[in-house]
């Protein structure tokens, strides 16, 4: 089975649209989705672009705030804590990466915990760690989302995560606990990786590097969700050896076409959350 993000993605913003429509209707208001850009690195460019464009597709306010690369760190600050204070805003996601002299550390911890879409303020982590409600990072929600179309009980798996980031290892580690599955983080200095993935019923490859999961690192019947987007000679491929790896496995996410698009679906999944909670 391949999994297909790309419907499943495209279902999920429909069904935000007409909860957007209901929540319109209720408050005489909608959520309202603001993107800050620092700079000109050429995929926040377009992963921005499409965050904007889907998060206007289901009917939510979205402002993008573009700044220049020397920004200097307090005008950023400062327009955080102002968004924070505008009742219009119910989401701010700050793109990542960030010009090396701002403090990234300091900006997560600017965003008021209750507008932070993408789960990365330390409030939502330790929410998240300790199984309480919060936040959760878009990726791995896409993750799960996509998982749980394959198999709604997960309890009891054995799952491999391989790559330990805050933005997608380490969430989805969280998420994979909350499902009662047995869970191996895995790393760059972990010794036999293969060996680690052949024991797997579930593998969420999350590393950057291009088809590094090979069709024998797979037993028959895993599932096998392939978080990376690695540009190559050959085109843009996942972390894992597509052509190999769907012999083998149950059910195998594509790239592109798997995960990526559940990533904005998500986001735009986390705003409208934010919108309810902020009017409870
Ligand atoms: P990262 O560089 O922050 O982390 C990579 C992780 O992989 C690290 O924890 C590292 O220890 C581990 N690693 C490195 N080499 C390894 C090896 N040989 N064996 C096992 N583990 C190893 O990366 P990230 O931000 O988590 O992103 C990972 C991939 O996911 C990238 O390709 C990125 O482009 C992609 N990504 C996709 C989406 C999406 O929407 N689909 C979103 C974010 C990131």
């Known amino acids: 089975m391949i999994i297909d993000g790309k419907k499943t993605a495209a279902e999920l913003r429909e069904k ?13 208001a909608v959520p309202g989705l603001t993107v800050i850009l ?14 904007e464009k889907f998060a206007k597709e289901v009917g ?13 760190e307090k005008v950023l600050l400062d327009k955080i804590q102002e968004l924070n204070k505008n009742k219009r805003v119910s989401g701010i ?4 990466p960030l010009p090396k002299h701002i403090d990234k550390r300091k900006v997560i911890e600017t965003i008021d915990p209750r507008k ?17 409600d919060s936040s959760i990072p878009c990726t791995p929600l896409g993750c799960s989302l996509l998982l749980k ?4 009980n997960l309890s009891g798996k054995s799952a491999v995560v391989i790559g330990r980031s805050n933005l997608n290892g380490k969430p989805m580690t969280q998420l994979l606990l909350k499902e009662n599955c047995t869970v191996t983080v895995t790393h760059s200095k972990t010794k036999d990786l293969k060996a680690e993935c ?9 590393v950057g590097i291009p088809k590094l999961v090979k069709g024998d690192w797979v037993k028959k019947g ?22 190999q790896v769907s012999k083998v496995a149950k059910a195998i996410t594509p790239v592109p076409g798997g995960v990526g698009p559940m990533t904005i679906a998500c986001l735009l999944k986390n705003t409208v959350e934010c919108f309810k909670k902020s009017n409870i």
């Not at 935000?16 to 005489?28: G, H, V």
């Not at 620092?38 to 965050?51: R, T």
């Open 16 to 28: 935000i649209k007409k909860e957007i429509s209901k929540l319109k209707s209720t408050y005489n």
């Open 38 to 51: 620092v700079g000109e690195d050429p995929a926040s460019k377009i992963y921005v672009k499409n965050k």
């Open 149 to 152: 179309k394959v198999e709604k």
């Open 116 to 132: 932070d879409v993408d789960g990365f303020h330390p409030m939502n982590v330790g929410n998240l760690s300790s199984g309480y």
């Open 198 to 206: 052949q024991r797997a019923d579930i593998i969420i490859a999350a």
């Open 93 to 96: 996601l700050v793109q990542l």
């Open 222 to 243: 895993t599932i096998v969700i392939d978080v990376g987007i690695n540009k190559t000679d050959s085109g843009i491929v996942g972390d894992v050896d597509f052509d």
């Open 60 to 72: 939510m306010n979205s402002e993008v705030i573009r700044y220049p690369a020397d920004l200097e």
